[in-house]
C-alpha cells in the first residue's frame, strides 16, 4: 500500500476561479495524469498545462492509458516560467513558455501564487482537528475564488493594455527600421523581433 500525506496536490484553472484540490498526495504518476483527464473533460481541446516538471510528465503521459485521449484533445504539457530556467538548454526550447507561440504573456505561475496566500493559514491549521483543518482550507479558498473574481476586471485591463503595448512597439520597430536607413542585417534582426513579439500575442 502507498503512503499518504497530508498535504495537497493544487490544479488552478485560468479559464475560470474555480480549482482542485485533493487533500491526500501518493507518490505516484496518478494524480497528475487524473488531473490532466480532469481538465480535458472540463475544458476540453486545445490546452496548454504548466507544470513543474511538464518534460518528464509529457514522457509519462504519452506512456499512460490517457495518452490517446491526450493526443486528440491536443493538450501540451509546458515547463512553468520560474522552473523552466532551472532546466538544460534543450528542455527549455521545448517546453518553455517563451519559446511556444500561442501562450502569450502567462507564466504559469498559478498555483505559486495560491500556495504562497496560503501560507497565511498556516498559524491556524498547524494545531487543529482533521475537520477544521479542512474547514480553514475551504475558506480560506472560497475567500480567495471571490476576491479573485473581484479583481478579474482589473486584470482583464491590465492585459488589454500590455497587448497594446506590445503592438505598438511592433509597430513603431518596422516603422523604424524602414525609415532609419539601416543595414540589411539591423532589419532583418528588427523584422525578427518584431515577428516574435506578433506570436506571442
Known sequence: MEKCLQCGELCV????????????VFHSAKYPLATVN???SVHGNNQVIGSDIGCSLSATLAASS???MARVANVQLIVNTFHGHAHNRMCQLQYHPLYLPGTGLEDFETCERVFSS?????????????????????????QWDADKYAEL?????????QQLIWFQVAS???????LSGSSPQTQQNLMHIVRCIQMKS
Open 172 to 178: 513603431s520597430l518596422t516603422t523604424t527600421s524602414r
Open 118 to 142: 496560503s501560507n497565511a493559514t498556516a498559524a491556524l491549521i498547524c494545531h487543529a482537528s482533521y475537520f477544521h483543518y479542512i474547514q480553514y482550507l475551504d475558506l480560506h479558498f472560497s
Open 38 to 40: 480532469k481538465l480535458i
Open 66 to 68: 490517457i495518452a490517446q
Open 153 to 161: 476586471s482589473t486584470l482583464l485591463l491590465f492585459c488589454l493594455v
Open 13 to 24: 484553472s485560468e479559464r475560470n476561479t474555480k480549482f482542485i484540490v485533493t487533500d491526500c
